[in-house]
């Protein structure tokens, strides 16, 4: 069974903050990992993908992928309100099939 | 702006009523799509494949006689919820990664409908 674990939250940090957020999964044949935001009531929006072990930055933030650790993160730099979301982990199985974590929610506080 | 289209955004309708929605590629050819469902406060859950030109293929404890999937052509495909009860109340999603015969494609979402019986 294909697993992708993440803490639920809520991750509370301050507006300007790193906001640090922490997925597993379970599959060790993953070979693409992505970070979804999704608001309250709206469907998910991608953030960022990564393939390959190590960081991958894209603005305020960075993807980091571990795969012999089965982790994968994602660092948000210079927090703003606007971040506040739920942010969904997923890795592609077999057949461009999806499988998404039960997500974390982030409130950024002004 | 969005490639992928979804119709209708909100459906209220009464119990044993036959539901249907739409997904739409705006501007690519989807040969496969994929539907989820979504519980409040829950992730979303995979319920079918959609493969032009072919059969769904469906997520182990997904009732394939309940949700009919028909991918009429590239760019459409349709989820019924036949005689829809309280209990399939929820946010149903649809996706398509832009290039189905490529891995390591994103997904573009629709942007979802919520449907609720009553």
């Known amino acids: 069974q294909k697993e992708v674990e993440q803490n639920s939250g809520p991750l509370s940090v301050p507006e300007g903050a790193i906001a640090s957020l922490n997925c597993t999964y379970s599959?060790?044949?993953?070979?693409?990992f992505f970070w979804y935001r999704q608001y309250s009531g709206k469907s998910p929006e991608l953030i960022m993908f990564?393939?390959?072990?190590g960081d991958k930055e894209d603005g305020r933030f960075t993807a980091q992928l571990n795969k012999a650790s089965q982790y994968v993160s994602l660092l948000i730099r210079d927090s703003q309100p606007s971040d506040s979301a739920t942010y969904l982990c997923?890795?592609?199985?077999?057949?461009?099939?999806?499988?998404f974590g039960s997500g974390t929610k982030l409130n950024v506080k002004p | 702006g969005a490639v992928v289209s979804q119709h209708p955004s909100w459906v209220i309708c009464k119990s044993g009523t036959s539901v249907k929605i739409e997904c739409r590629s705006l501007d690519f050819q989807a040969t496969t799509m994929f539907w989820y469902r979504q519980f409040p406060k829950q992730s979303l859950m995979l319920m079918a494949t959609?493969?032009?030109?072919?059969?769904?293929?469906?997520e182990q404890g997904v009732e394939k006689d309940k949700f009919l999937i028909n991918h009429a052509s590239l760019t459409l495909s349709t989820l019924t919820v036949t005689s829809a009860h309280p209990e399939d109340s929820s946010f149903y999603i649809c996706?398509?990664?832009?290039?189905?015969?490529?891995?390591?494609?994103?997904?573009?979402f629709g942007d979802g409908t919520r449907l609720s019986i009553l």
């Open positions: 997923a890795f592609q199985g077999d057949f461009n099939k999806f499988y």
């Open positions: 599959d060790r044949g993953s070979q693409s």
């Open positions: 959609s493969n032009e030109g072919s059969k769904a293929t469906y």
């Open positions: 990564i393939y390959s072990n």
């Open positions: 996706s398509a990664p832009r290039d189905g015969r490529l891995r390591n494609q994103p997904q573009h």
